[in-house]
């Protein structure tokens, strides 16, 4: 049975870092909380701190309807879910997965009786629980589910509904971290680059910072040619100019002993769409390489 308290009750599988600070969350605001880890020693801190420890995954899902899972891979989620009764549950999958995996979750849950909703966590545990941190959850699926439990949902963090299709939670989720991953490797490239020099990182760093924020509108400008279908309108700097550039980039590595290897993908793609005589445009033309 859920606790009987004004605010609603819900179960949490999983109790690492992300699953902690979510409990903690949830725990915080008055939410009776049912949870359940593998590693049972990970539930007793929060036992203290007034959730309900279920001996098992299925004791656990059948003590509320609504089911949150924050474990290791979506492998992880079948074999927590396997012995439990989702007949009428709400399930809502906050581990890290694939859109295609999100999307045969879904058809698994709804064949065992579930609604579910799978979930993308911009943010790291710290940002958790922290309205001003800005970090925010992704959410896809069903769209009834969402709306019944948003109150709850959106206890943690942020939230922002992006589709009745299961997989486009996972498929904002890793576009945002794509694109992260390349800005972390142009910011390891530069650090290598004056590495030995007399600059401090301390003074680059801020330097960095303000250009990269600076670049930033440049997404929006994509996005208004991916839309329009031109790729020249309002192009500033042509790929003509910037595959030369790219031959200073790459010299300057050379000079300074820095392996070019983070560069070089991109600039290599950037020189095949020039030489497909696509001068004129700028970086959105790349998309169609990357493309079927």
């Given at each position: 049975m859920?606790?009987?308290?004004?605010?609603?009750?819900?179960?949490?599988?999983?109790?690492?870092?992300?699953?902690?600070?979510?409990?903690?969350?949830?725990?915080?605001?008055?939410?009776?909380?049912?949870?359940?880890?593998?590693?049972?020693?990970?539930?007793?801190?929060?036992?203290?701190?007034?959730?309900?420890?279920?001996?098992?995954?299925?004791?656990?899902?059948?003590?509320?309807?609504?089911?949150?899972?924050?474990?290791?891979?979506?492998?992880?989620?079948?074999?927590?879910?396997?012995?439990?009764?989702?007949?009428?549950?709400?399930?809502?999958?906050?581990t890290?997965?694939?859109?295609?995996?999100?999307?045969?979750?879904?058809?698994?849950?709804?064949?065992?009786?579930?609604?579910?909703?799978?979930?993308?966590?911009?943010?790291?545990?710290?940002?958790?629980?922290v309205?001003?941190?800005?970090?925010y959850?992704?959410?896809?699926?069903?769209?009834?589910?969402?709306?019944?439990?948003?109150?709850t949902?959106?206890?943690?963090?942020?939230?922002?509904?992006?589709?009745?299709?299961?997989?486009?939670?996972?498929?904002?989720?890793?576009?945002?971290?794509?694109?992260?991953?390349?800005?972390?490797?142009?910011?390891?490239?530069?650090?290598?680059?004056?590495?030995?020099?007399?600059?401090?990182?301390?003074?680059?760093?801020?330097?960095?910072?303000?250009?990269?924020?600076?670049?930033?509108p440049?997404?929006?400008?994509?996005?208004?040619?991916?839309?329009?279908?031109?790729?020249?309108?309002?192009?500033?700097?042509?790929?003509?100019?910037?595959?030369?550039?790219?031959?200073?980039?790459?010299?300057?590595?050379?000079?300074?002993?820095?392996?070019?290897?983070?560069?070089?993908?991109?600039?290599?793609?950037?020189?095949?769409?020039?030489?497909?005589?696509?001068?004129?445009?700028?970086?959105?033309?790349?998309?169609?390489?990357?493309?079927?």
């Amino acid at each position: 049975m859920e606790h009987s308290t004004d605010k609603p009750g819900l179960t949490l599988l999983g109790l690492g870092d992300m699953g902690t600070a979510l409990a903690r969350a949830w725990l915080a605001a008055g939410h009776p909380l049912t949870v359940w880890n593998r590693t049972s020693g990970k539930a007793a801190p929060l036992a203290a701190e007034g959730a309900r420890v279920a001996r098992t995954a299925a004791e656990a899902v059948a003590a509320s309807t609504l089911v949150v899972v924050c474990l290791l891979d979506d492998a992880s989620v079948g074999e927590a879910l396997a012995d439990a009764d989702l007949t009428g549950k709400d399930v809502v999958n906050l581990t890290t997965g694939t859109p295609a995996e999100a999307r045969a979750r879904a058809k698994w849950a709804q064949a065992r009786g579930a609604r579910f909703l799978d979930g993308g966590i911009m943010a790291v545990p710290p940002m958790i629980g922290v309205p001003e941190s800005g970090g925010y959850v992704f959410y896809s699926g069903s769209r009834a589910l969402f709306d019944a439990h948003h109150g709850t949902l959106a206890t943690p963090a942020g939230t922002t509904y992006v589709g009745e299709d299961p997989g486009f939670a996972a498929l904002h989720d890793v576009a945002l971290l794509s694109a992260m991953t390349g800005m972390f490797a142009g910011v390891t490239h530069a650090f290598a680059l004056v590495r030995g020099e007399d600059v401090p990182p301390k003074d680059l760093a801020p330097l960095l910072t303000a250009w990269l924020v600076a670049m930033t509108p440049y997404a929006s400008e994509i996005a208004d040619r991916l839309t329009s279908g031109d790729y020249t309108e309002g192009v500033t700097s042509n790929l003509a100019m910037m595959v030369q550039g790219n031959a200073t980039l790459l010299r300057t590595a050379r000079e300074q002993g820095v392996s070019p290897e983070l560069l070089t993908p991109f600039t290599t793609l950037m020189e095949r769409r020039l030489a497909a005589g696509h001068g004129d445009e700028d970086t959105t033309g790349l998309i169609d390489l990357l493309t079927p």
